[in-house]
């Protein structure tokens, strides 16, 4: 997408007329394959390339399993391609209506699977009014892109760890909705830029600061694939020489801006998050419960020994639930004297780390270090 893909050939800027001549001619020729062109602000006169969504699924049947090269000698024979560039999900091509053309169109085929060719139909339609969206979004929490409207859910213990993804939404018109933006109007589609930014700026959760090009509104890597887009350029200074005024203040809390978002697509996702977190809190549970250190000051088995007893501990266990409810339900008291019954069914004699047969000697830095740490993270 952009009309840059191909570097072999030099590629020629089309009319209208010729953009859509070269879909249909495209469309008529692979007619059992799901496509759509992207729509686009109706004055907009000249394109570098055609960007095409492709149903994935369809394609594959188009295929039918045939290896690579079908697809690359049937671009060629039909569309008279010299290149093709492949950069899964999009695949783009060099399109010729003969072979005596010297320039050709860039073709971008955007493979989606069959649960999102809607939504991402929609989200990449005029330009660059998703990704607009997707600010919005973003700033209350949610991600929105090709793939619906989602939310990313982070470890509790270690911040920059996601988790999980849960899905919110993968209706597009209801998302819209959901921002206060006229589904008619996005319907009836746009003229130009101008009417895409007054579309954006309708939105009942838009404020103007969350666009800004700065450290403290995004991260670098949105920060810098904003900055590379025309579009979102020149949305900025639309913003500044109108002096638009923002609807919503996002410095609200995040517990709030959740609360809005279930009120309106439901508290599914809110449901599912949880879930995640209670299944990350028996893990630390059961990993603090069973970890070296903890059975290291209960046994005081070491080294290979220790791995061998731990082995063995958990295999009195049928899985990580049941390790759960027993570290959940036991005290620390009986856990010990559990431990220590369990550690002497193991034959641990001559293995490295038995303090009784083959002590591993602690120096006092080591043996400091596991002290501090051990009461930092069970208090004794």
Known sequence: MGGNALKEFQNRRVGLDDLLYSYQDIARKMKNVKIAMIPFYSDKKDFGDLDIIVEAESMKNFTDGRPDDFIDGFLSESFNCREIFKNYPVL???????????KGLQVD???????????SLNYLSYNDLGNLIGVIFKNLGFKF???G???????????????SNV???I??????NFLGLDQEKFDRGFENKKEIFEFIASSKYFSPEIYLLSKEKTNYKSRRRNAQRKTYADFLVWLQENDVKGNFDFSTSQDKKDRLVADFFGDDFMVKTDHFFLEQDKRKKVKDFF??????????????ALSAVISHIKGKFKDNDEMYNYVNSVSNQQFNEDVLRFSKEVDTREMMGDPNT???DMTPVKEERLRVKRESRYGR
Do not use: W
Request: charged content about 30%.
């Open 92 to 102: 783009s091509f060099e399109y010729r209506k003969d072979k005596t053309e010297e």
């Open 291 to 304: 970890c070296g250190e903890n059975i290291n000051r209960i046994t005081g088995y070491s080294h290979i």
């Open 358 to 360: 083959n002590a591993c």
């Open 109 to 119: 085929f955007i493979h989606i699977p069959y649960k999102y060719y809607d939504f």
């Open 145 to 147: 892109g090709m793939d």
């Open 167 to 169: 899905e919110v939404s």
């Open 149 to 163: 409207l989602s939310k990313d859910v982070y470890s509790r213990i270690y911040k920059d760890n996601k988790i």
């Open 171 to 176: 209706n597009f018109k209801e998302c819209l």
